[in-house]
């Protein structure tokens, strides 16, 4: 029972704790192998494997049936969280999975990134191979008959899952399905599903029959049973939703801290006071000098825009004018569009097509054919937004045609879109009235925070492909390619109100700051300022040829092991000076790696296999020189010398403690080896 004013830590905070005192359980090799390897798992998402494992794997921290919930930022991959749990519970013994989400949209993506392998958000390896055996990844509509070799994926949406539950029809799942069988509920939006937990007036109460009591019944009915909760908005302001969730919330990465990361792209709000059709016309030639500067790095990237009205008919009504005025648009009508705003991105937009001899005749033409009707999509009644989803969800392909999105709310969860650059406005109302922000102002704020997610690209290899590049580096071209522009009017009681929604959301512009820096006059009239020349050369990948084995820092370090010894103690809670410590003949024994392998060779190797970086062809990038994982495990140079002092209550301990120390060890060396960074150098050429 909690005490009045007492904050207790939320489950993540538990896990964080063990992971500081190294306990934690590491993620399993057979994860990463079995994703698609054009993807690259980042080092929070390896964090939230390792969180739920590591709390899987506890009795005293896991409860049965086992319900934890992922609070990540939208863009910040937790479709790929969930696949990789699905391969690690699979190993666990899991077989049945039940997907269910508010949208059916959301359902046709997520079979998309879970069975089409010639999608390119396929998210399984090819091939996926658990201890040898291969496994498939099978839909189907109920558990009767489910394949006990595959991954079974069950997908519906929460509502359907509902009405199945309660009127029985053919095919579907029933709560037969889940007598005496164990399964994992995957919840996706799951802030969706606290219909109970938010409403407890009594006529809520009455209607028991609600989305969250069929879920909590399923859930319910084995012990074994998973639900593993995803989003990126659980309302923790609430009370009742915060005393739910504070011990279940396995993982925290919230959209400030994956900003602030740079895995999401620089947002900007564009103020203009011109009309509608304008404020558009702008965008998309800001759009088309994004592409430009894409082309010019030899980059196959294609920035699209988004509309966004107020109403369906507004925004089907909009879409017919603004491909009638595409058709129209003229040069004459482009360069008076240039006088109408002093901005300083439209002006290098602008210099950008002077001086690469882009006239606007020019410009006109491609514009009139990049967003001809063609090329432009709407996402707004139920029946639109289903059939197009798919084309939706793949906006970054080389063959999708689209440019321009008009939408109103279908995109506003459940959406993965990379390219997407400019955001247009479509309405100038404000919808709050005093101190509280206006719903449709939080929906606007979270359409950004999903168009934020960043667009991976890379110039050279050096650089990091998902991440932010161009920060400090104000006057580089590219610096707009990671920026994300919202077009909307100049008005300052509307631009406070979404900078404040946009703050509830985790995202806060005014971190962002701008400063001129001015050269003085005397200065620009120095002989360096301008005769000088600026000499520059380039940072290479240092040559690792040199390195041949472990820093004498970890080689020669002796690593203190304690286990069975036997020592116990006994505390009265709440009185201090109370502890009872027994006093039990403890002995230590050392032995360096290299003597554990002359005992028990299969020892070492066993361990080593528990770690992804004890790979040979991962050790070899680390050594270049190492011949062989015996080499590895015999030489001195490597493991061969390291000695554990193993302290336990026998004076001549048993294969068993020695295993066990040896794979502590060994772990405490791979977090050493997996730190070792790449270095560079200058190269001589200038």
Known sequence: MKKEGLLMPFLYEKVNN???????????HYIPDNINQNFELRPYQIAAFENFITYFQSDKLCQKPTQTLFHMATGSGKTMIMAGLMLYLYKQGYRNFLFFVNLSNIVKKTKENFLNT????????????????????KEVSNFQYSDDSAINICFTTTQGLHSDMWLTKENSVSFDDFQNKKIVLISDEAHHLNADTKKMNKDEEENYRSWEYTVNR???ACRDNILLEFTATCNLKNPLIKAEYENKIIFDYPLYKFREDKYSKEIKTFRTDVTIMERCMQAIILSQYRLKVFQDNRLAIKPVVLFKAAKIADSLDFMEQFIKAVSDLT???IERISTLTENETLNQAYSYFMKNGISFEQLAQEIKEDFSAEHCISANDEKEAAEKQIALNSLEDKNNPYRAIFEVKKLDEGWDVLNLFD????YETRQSGGKKISPATISEAQLIGRGSRYCPFQIDKEQERYKRKYDNDLDNPLRICEELYYHCQNDNRYISELHNALREIGINLDNTVTRQYVLKEDFKQDTLYKKGLVFFNERILKSRTEVTGLLPSVRDHEYPIKLATGSSGEDIILVDDSSKDSNVKTYTTRKTISEIADINYAIVQKALCKYPVYK???????????????????SANYLGSIKIAITSRYDNPPISIINMACFSVLGEIANVISGIEETYEGTKEF
């Open 423 to 426: 955001i247009v406005r479509l």
């Open 331 to 333: 040069a004459n009508e």
């Open 18 to 28: 063990l992971r500081e005192f190294g306990v934690h359980s590491p993620m399993p």
């Open 218 to 220: 399923i859930f319910g």
């Open 118 to 137: 010639l999608s390119n958000k396929y998210l399984f390896a090819d091939e996926v191979v658990i201890d040898g055996e291969k496994v498939k990844i």
């Open 616 to 634: 040979f062809n991962t050790l070899k990038s680390y050594f270049p020189n190492l011949s062989s994982t015996r080499e590895f495990i015999i």
